[in-house]
């Protein structure tokens, strides 16, 4: 949670633990923010982070957060298949931890604009029987076992029951640079 000066209001959404002292997210939940701040379950004292990664064209963010102790959530070695079972976790319209069921419809390469519209960008995606809504986006797809899938990043704009969320395999590199990054990024402006 943080405010974004560039576009005048107060940005929230979801976020997990992955690493030490580490929280992924989506870009677009911190683009423009100064001083992010996360709150374990959404209530309680918020912890001062800084922005460690920002990959604006996949869409995900990294935060240091060095007061923060809480367990990390483990990636899967498995892809999902088509048919398979999933969980949606998060905190939607700025609300209470939600917990929502998802089926997966397939894994497609999903063409589509980077969170400024600057250009296109091709990402490797899983596109999900689920309702996402604003505030999921950052929250982990679980498995049924409770690892990660992969990251929430967006609902489709055609059928409120699908959802989007970007595979492992897509984030890899943002994972392995953002578990060491230690080096304060701008995180640019507000996305559109």
Known sequence: MGTAPSCGKVLEGT???FGER???TNAHVVGGVDEPTVQIGGEGRKYDATVVLYDWKRDIAVLDVPELEAPA?????EDASSGDSAIVAGFPENGAYDVRPARLRGRITANGP???HRGTVRRD????YATVRQGNSGGPLLTPDGEVYGVVFAKSLDDAETGYALTADEIQDDITKGRTANQQVDSDNCAL
């Not at 995606?125 to 999900?128: F, I, P, Q, T």
């Open 114 to 116: 980077d969170i400024y």
């Open 15 to 17: 976020g997990f633990v």
């Open 125 to 128: 995606v899983y596109s999900l």
């Open 22 to 24: 580490r929280v992924m």
């Open 73 to 77: 959530l483990r990636f899967t070695t």
